[in-house]
């Protein structure tokens, strides 16, 4: 069986979906804080669990027989990493060491996990591939690449194989406006009430949105695999929130303009990441252009 930490979130709902859908027998664990049951795929086990409770976890293992770990239960907003450093280091490191430890006494072969391009910081080029410096300019950012070098770790001394997939902005159905990729939630739920949209700066900055449904797939397919590796997972395209905000304008049929406003301190201006790695590797590339995707997500929120 496949344990998938966080399914019931919004990137972890729709891993299991496809899980399930190329035949494969999923566990969800989640804690429920930020997941929702009514994003759960009737057909995995659903266990209350969370990864910082290691009793919890370790009656998971012994209970199934655990092959491989699709870990995305974390706490990912980076504001909430910078007030509260201690709740977002227990969450995302000490979580994923209580998860890593069950590996190893359980034997677990193969484990993969939900990074950041947070880790990268400032691009010091673009678009940023794999070996760009780690600078993280949050505690997010830096419980990102804390698990990763855990991971390394684990598996250096164990049978345990793994894939590290660093994520560009997601985007998609079933997405809060929290956390890395939240601009195009926060636009859709203001576009969909009719409410004002802000833009912080002067919307010139660029980031790489990936659609969901694409991540799920890497996922998968790095599930399947026995390499270890650490990829990029992205577009390789840039796109500036002006130009997303138009683009969501009309798949909503919003009228109005966009508010700018003072940039937001610690913004990084442009960013785009490289992903030949996952495709020479894992044979993926994204099928969602932006458009595409944005229109599946529009409908998902007009009709939620």
Excluded at 13 to 19: A, F, R, V, W
Aim: charged share 20%; aromatic share 10%.
């Amino acid at each position: 069986m496949i344990l998938v930490t966080g399914g019931c979130g919004f990137i972890g709902s729709h891993i299991t979906d496809e899980l399930i859908n190329k035949g494969h027998d999923v566990i969800v664990a989640d804690n429920l804080i930020s997941g929702s049951m009514i994003n759960l795929n009737p057909k995995a086990k659903f266990i209350k669990a969370d990864v910082t409770n290691i009793e919890q976890i370790e009656e998971i293992f012994s209970k199934y027989e655990i092959k491989a770990i699709c870990h995305h239960a974390a706490q990912i907003s980076v504001a909430v990493s910078m007030e509260r450093p201690q709740f977002d280091v227990n969450t995302n490191v000490i979580g994923i060491i209580n998860l890593l430890q069950m590996c190893t006494k359980y034997s677990v072969k193969r484990f993969v996990f939900a990074s950041s391009a947070a880790i990268y910081g400032n691009p010091e080029y673009l678009p940023i591939d794999e070996s760009h410096p780690l600078n993280p300019l949050s505690f997010y950012g830096l419980s990102k690449q804390m698990s990763e070098q855990c991971i390394r770790i684990y598996a250096n001394n164990s049978n345990m194989t793994y894939g590290i997939l660093r994520y560009a902005n997601v985007y998609g159905p079933r997405q809060k406006s929290e956390g890395e990729g939240g601009v195009v939630a926060v636009f859709m739920n203001r576009m969909v009430s009719d409410q004002d949209c802000n833009i912080h700066g002067d919307g010139k900055q660029t980031r790489d949105f990936i659609y969901v449904k694409d991540i799920a797939k890497a996922n998968v397919k790095a599930l399947e695999s026995n390499l270890n590796f650490t990829a990029n997972v992205s577009t390789n395209v840039y796109t500036d929130i002006s130009e997303l905000f138009s683009t969501m304008k009309k798949q909503t049929g919003y009228t109005k303009q966009p508010i700018f406003t003072k940039p937001r301190k610690g913004d990084i201006k442009d960013s785009y990441l490289k992903n030949t790695v996952i495709n020479d590797l894992l044979k993926w590339e994204p099928v969602y252009n932006l458009e595409q995707g944005l229109k599946e997500t529009a409908k998902y929120f007009m009709n939620a």
